[in-house]
């Protein structure tokens, strides 16, 4: 069974950074493509990264030249590096494979 686990949240200010991890358990994770979303309070969750399996990306507009998603597959983990953070990218995150599978979120907030 496919556990994911996302990891790096925190509290950082306007401007500031944190990189985001998602942690698979099982096999043949380098052929998932991987998905980040958001959500925020009152908010219906949101796309905010794709990486495939190629490790070719796509991103919401409002995060484009901000966040960066990555991927080792020799550490069956996804990455997600957010630059130049915002308060309006506060938000539980999560990562999914796609395949029914979600990880237990982590909270990134945003305040100065």
């Known amino acids: 069974q496919v556990q994911l686990v996302e990891s790096g949240g925190g509290l950082v200010q306007p401007g500031g950074s944190l990189r985001l991890s998602c942690a698979a358990s099982?096999?043949?994770?380098?052929?998932?493509?991987m998905g980040w979303y958001r959500q925020a309070p009152g908010k219906q969750r949101e796309l905010v990264a794709v990486?495939?399996?190629?490790?070719?990306?796509n991103y919401a507009d409002s995060v484009k030249g901000r966040f960066t998603a990555s991927r080792d597959n020799a550490k069956n983990t996804v990455y997600l590096q957010m630059n130049s953070l915002k308060p309006e990218d506060t938000a539980v995150y999560y990562c999914?494979?796609?395949?029914?599978?979600w990880g237990q979120g982590t909270q990134v907030t945003v305040s100065s």
């Open positions: 999914t494979n796609y395949r029914g599978n």
């Open positions: 990486i495939t399996s190629g490790g070719s990306t």
């Open positions: 099982g096999s043949i994770f380098s052929v998932y493509t």
